[in-house]
């Protein structure tokens, strides 16, 4: 569910002509709905109405200070993974009690800046890092509250580079380990550990993998609780899949349904970390087609957005459909791999991609582009980061201006002997 369609063979983000936007803009852009954002949101919060969960938006997803505005403000909390989205989460307004802190890596400074922030809960991912945790915590003469990030062994069945739940992965803590911790928690003195954490994976579209995981986090809670541990927070990460394709993920209530009754009767604040699920559908990679080339083999449409503006695709061969912005009325339909100026082999967009016959000046717009689009873009190339633009209703807002070349070397310096 998204709002992107055509009227009158004409696409629109809304109530908004996204062909009215390009001619404001420029191509290329990323082109978000405000509706489809915080529809997503609102639809997994009424999901789990009954247990009222904390639902940290996983800012990595999409970073925008409007989009993080405009979801904060219908009561979601932040999932961050670094200083910098610490210093994001509270530039759009979000209240340290609603923010959750996850990440193999967390530096002193970055771990410090947090506890000051007075952030709800620090997701822990290894015993040296607890014990740092303990040790600023010290320093800064606190008490933190920190959840065990524990690595349940489980498969989630998706691309090996977004599956993080499998016991050789690099993230989160044994059970053994995890045990251990607990029984040794007088060491931390400065840490409460009143949580456990989970996440699996990204674009889960099964309920199972889920379902395998939570049961084996109940059977551990409540050994932990039989020994006189107490837990208060159990957070369950996020992992959502959504339809890029032939996807057919579950929906919120009927993730709602699996996971609800596993947790009845027991007290727990549950959060959870979804990211892709509100974000993705939400967001739309606009670019133009500038040249189009007939190799032997194949057509390519060479469009003037690339993988450094839009990565998935080169990365983890990601789907993302193709929504020409004015639909053809008559005429053929053609083959594409839609590539990008950029120099490597690996920047291509689409490939082996039927659609309609498209001509130099046409614009497309890649769908599912609202999560981990505009966050994983680069200047590589030596090209400026493409604007982004916020629609809401008939009003469409720039969210954040297109770099320019100045941006480029805004921070570099050369030394006087090279002068
Ligand atoms: N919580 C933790 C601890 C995570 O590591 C992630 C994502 C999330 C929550 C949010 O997951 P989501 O609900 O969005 O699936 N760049 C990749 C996805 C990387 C996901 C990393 N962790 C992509 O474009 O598919």
Same mark, same amino acid.
């Given at each position: 569910?998204?709002?992107?369609?055509?009227?009158?063979?004409?696409?629109?983000?809304?109530?908004v002509?996204v062909?009215?936007?390009?001619?404001?803009?420029?191509?290329?852009?990323?082109?978000?709905s405000?509706?489809?954002?915080?529809?997503?949101?609102?639809?997994?919060?009424?999901?789990?109405?009954?247990?009222?969960?904390?639902?940290?938006?996983?800012?990595?997803?999409?970073?925008?200070?409007?989009?993080?505005?405009?979801?904060?403000?219908?009561?979601?909390?932040?999932?961050?993974?670094?200083?910098?989205?610490l210093?994001?989460?509270?530039?759009?307004?979000?209240?340290?009690?609603?923010?959750?802190?996850?990440?193999?890596?967390?530096?002193?400074?970055?771990?410090?800046?947090?506890?000051?922030?007075?952030?709800?809960?620090?997701?822990?991912?290894?015993?040296?890092?607890?014990?740092?945790?303990?040790?600023?915590?010290?320093?800064?003469?606190?008490?933190?509250?920190?959840?065990?990030?524990?690595?349940?062994?489980?498969?989630p069945?998706?691309?090996?580079?977004?599956?993080?739940?499998?016991?050789?992965?690099?993230?989160?803590?044994?059970?053994?380990?995890?045990?251990?911790?607990?029984m040794?928690?007088?060491?931390?003195?400065?840490?409460?550990i009143?949580?456990?954490?989970?996440?699996?994976?990204?674009?889960?579209?099964?309920?199972? @993998?889920?379902? *395998?995981?939570? =049961?084996?986090? /109940? #059977? !551990?809670?409540?050994?932990?609780?039989?020994? $006189?541990?107490?837990?208060?927070?159990?957070?369950?990460?996020?992992?959502?899949?959504?339809?890029?394709?032939?996807?057919?993920?579950?929906?919120?209530?009927?993730?709602?349904?699996?996971?609800? @009754?596993?947790? *009845?009767?027991? =007290?727990?604040? /549950? #959060? !959870?970390?979804?990211?892709?699920?509100i974000? $993705?559908?939400?967001?739309?990679?606009?670019?133009?087609?500038?040249?189009?080339?007939?190799?032997?083999?194949?057509?390519?449409?060479?469009?003037?957005?690339?993988?450094?503006?839009?990565?998935? @695709?080169?990365?983890?061969?990601?789907?993302?459909?193709?929504?020409?912005?004015?639909?053809?009325?008559?005429?053929?339909?053609?083959?594409?791999?839609?590539?990008?100026?950029?120099?490597?082999?690996?920047?291509?967009?689409?490939?082996?991609?039927?659609?309609?016959?498209?001509?130099?000046?046409?614009?497309?717009?890649?769908?599912?582009?609202?999560?981990?689009?505009?966050?994983?873009?680069?200047?590589?190339?030596?090209?400026?980061?493409?604007?982004?633009?916020?629609?809401?209703?008939?009003r469409?807002?720039?969210?954040?201006?297109?770099?320019?070349?100045?941006?480029?070397?805004?921070?570099?310096?050369?030394p006087?002997?090279?002068?």
């Amino acid at each position: 569910m998204h709002d992107f369609e055509y009227r009158n063979g004409e696409l629109y983000c809304e109530k908004v002509r996204v062909q009215d936007i390009a001619g404001r803009v420029g191509t290329p852009f990323y082109l978000y709905s405000y509706k489809t954002f915080t529809d997503h949101f609102l639809k997994i919060k009424k999901a789990f109405e009954p247990v009222k969960p904390l639902i940290c938006f996983a800012m990595k997803a999409n970073g925008n200070l409007a989009v993080l505005r405009a979801l904060v403000q219908k009561g979601a909390g932040l999932d961050i993974v670094s200083g910098g989205e610490l210093f994001k989460a509270r530039k759009a307004g979000c209240p340290g009690a609603r923010i959750v802190y996850a990440g193999v890596g967390k530096t002193d400074q970055e771990i410090a800046d947090a506890i000051r922030a007075n952030i709800l809960l620090f997701n822990v991912e290894s015993i040296p890092e607890l014990e740092n945790i303990q040790r600023v915590a010290h320093q800064l003469k606190r008490r933190v509250n920190v959840s065990l990030r524990i690595n349940p062994g489980i498969d989630p069945h998706t691309h090996d580079y977004i599956a993080t739940g499998k016991s050789e992965s690099k993230f989160g803590i044994d059970l053994d380990t995890a045990h251990l911790t607990f029984m040794r928690s007088m060491r931390y003195p400065n840490v409460s550990i009143c949580g456990l954490h989970v996440h699996i994976g990204s674009q889960i579209t099964d309920g199972e @993998p889920f379902v *395998k995981a939570f =049961r084996k986090v /109940l #059977i !551990f809670v409540t050994s932990l609780e039989k020994e $006189g541990h107490r837990i208060q927070y159990l957070n369950l990460g996020g992992g959502l899949g959504i339809i890029y394709s032939d996807e057919k993920p579950q929906t919120a209530a009927e993730f709602a349904k699996k996971v609800l @009754p596993l947790f *009845k009767g027991r =007290r727990y604040k /549950l #959060i !959870f970390e979804p990211g892709r699920f509100i974000a $993705g559908n939400g967001g739309l990679f606009v670019t133009k087609v500038l040249y189009i080339k007939q190799a032997a083999s194949k057509h390519y449409a060479i469009v003037d957005g690339g993988m450094n503006d839009l990565l998935r @695709p080169a990365l983890y061969g990601a789907y993302h459909e193709i929504l020409p912005l004015t639909k053809a009325t008559m005429g053929k339909v053609q083959k594409y791999d839609l590539v990008g100026p950029i120099c490597e082999s690996g920047d291509f967009l689409a490939t082996n991609r039927k659609i309609q016959s498209l001509r130099s000046g046409d614009a497309v717009g890649l769908l599912g582009a609202g999560a981990y689009g505009f966050t994983m873009s680069s200047q590589y190339n030596a090209r400026p980061r493409v604007a982004e633009v916020l629609v809401k209703g008939n009003r469409f807002d720039i969210v954040r201006e297109r770099e320019t070349y100045q941006d480029l070397i805004q921070r570099e310096r050369v030394p006087a002997y090279l002068k």
